[in-house]
């Protein structure tokens, strides 16, 4: 007989947590991130045209030096991973769908300050080292430009 309730008190407490489950999942539904990769050259002309928020009000200031900075280019030209940036999507001003920086916005920053001559490439590379890109020649600003590198995104929020 005891076993009985307590089985039974074991069948309702299960069903009590199952609708608590349901309800939480049903208001916070998983988010599923597709990645892709994306040019140098795509991410810096979509960044100008609004399409990817770099700066979203839960993101800190850029706070590294061109040093390191410069060692973000340079992975990015080497092939080597970036962690793969994250964005979310909202809504822009205008009501347009656009990319906001969850995770990355310093690395990706990164690569658009030294595309828009920012600031001047730091690593011991002879014909780039200490120069802006719009210096460099042009084989290696093409490189750049024509490198990828992953990021994530959902259309969730």
Partial sequence: MLSKLVSNEKSINSNKEM????????QNPPKN????NISVSDFVSSVKRGKYDLNPLHQREVVHGDSWQSKVVESVMLGKPLGSPEFDTVKNDVGLSIYRSLDGKQRLSAIVRFINNKYPFKVDITPLKNKIFEKWPVIWQDHLLGCEFNICTTTAT
């Fill in 33 to 36: 991130f597709t990645s892709k």
């Fill in 19 to 26: 609708m608590r489950f349901r309800r939480y999942m049903e």
